[in-house]
């Protein structure tokens, strides 16, 4: 078998058989097939696409490369949630507890935040001393008593996306649906659970900018998980605006409390109950949306959902009592606002300018060695469909360094986008693809 065979066949649109990927992406491995093969590959599948059985078959090959984590005692049904990445998105901060105070688990691997997109990692690491589970017994430590266990990527899951990834990254082919299908899912499929639930966000700060590429995406996921016999469900929610009110990291933890004791944002509240609604229904525990609303609103009304999470702080080096006192977590020095410069409506935030302008000050890396400085941040005031006078405050920008800030503020200002009609109605939850 030749590799310039197999890079041919997918040229000419003809199906590949398992025998060529398991040749292809061995030999990439273990590099017997060098980059300028490989990358001809990936650009004949970025034009000719895979069919579904290739790419199930291409997904379970890359996730084979690696470790694959599996708990004999970890008594839970296991819900795995997974953001295509966003902008104030503390979707797994609120919702691991939730789901472990309705009696399921989350035993899940998570990112640092890169470019203008945050990570789960960053946020919970504003706790002084908390610790990420780096092996699956620490993993299983914490989630057997709390219901929330999060562990970092380590170099031995699924090494083949990496060095697929970094290759995609300098021949322009991330943005092939997929390839991004099987990275996303050898991951996901690379740790145990019962229920895959993606949260692929659709719009300006979003890796997928409409809905049709959203839907494409979501459906190619989903068929490669329901095809390996591992449910998996695809939730499309709004990036059209940043999620809730805050972008950074110590501040993003403050809204994800707050939101355990009851002061949503109607965005966040809006995602979190969708996905625990799906995971109830999948777990067979409700039928419909309003059975499961009432159960969340009984954990977060008793405590119980916040306390889990105070648990799960403390069982990670942190301290619980943060649930309570917000200065433990580290604060910024000052404080710039940022003023309208017209009157209306407010009728979009560019998510993507946002998180720019947080990763500039500091909340976010450039690139994946810089420093990110916890306490540093945007709060937006005014949020899509919200009426602004003109020199009203819309944001507030927390900053430790002067250095850039006054670029961030003008980023800012630039991605409000004030109209004069109201938007009403505001969809969050777009499509459910299963
Ligand atoms: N996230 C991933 O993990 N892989 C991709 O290819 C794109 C986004």
Redesign the pocket.
Known sequence: MRAVDIIDKKKKRQELTKEEIDFLLEGYLAGTIPDYQMSAFLMAVYFNNMTKEELTYFTLKMRNSGDIITFDNLDYYLVDKHS??GVGDKVTVVLGPILAALGMATAKLSGKGLGHTGGTIDKFESIENFKFSLTKEELVAVAGKTGVGLMGYSDNIVPL?KKI?AL?DVTAT?DSIP??AS??MS?KLAIQSNLIILDVKVGDGA?MKTIEDARELSRRMVEIGNSVGRKTIAVLTNMDEPLGYNIGNANEIIEGIEALKGHWSADLKEVVYEIVYLALKHKGEVSTYEEAAKKIDEVIDNGRALELLRQFIELSGGDGEVVNNYELLPMPKSVLEGFSEEEGFVTKIKAEEIGKAAMVIGAGRATKEDEVDHAVGIELKKKVGDKVEKGEVIAEIYFNDEKNVQSSKAMVLDAYVIGKEKIENIKNILEVIE
């Open positions: 295509t990445g996306d990834y995609r991330v390839l991004i990275s996303i991951k890796f």
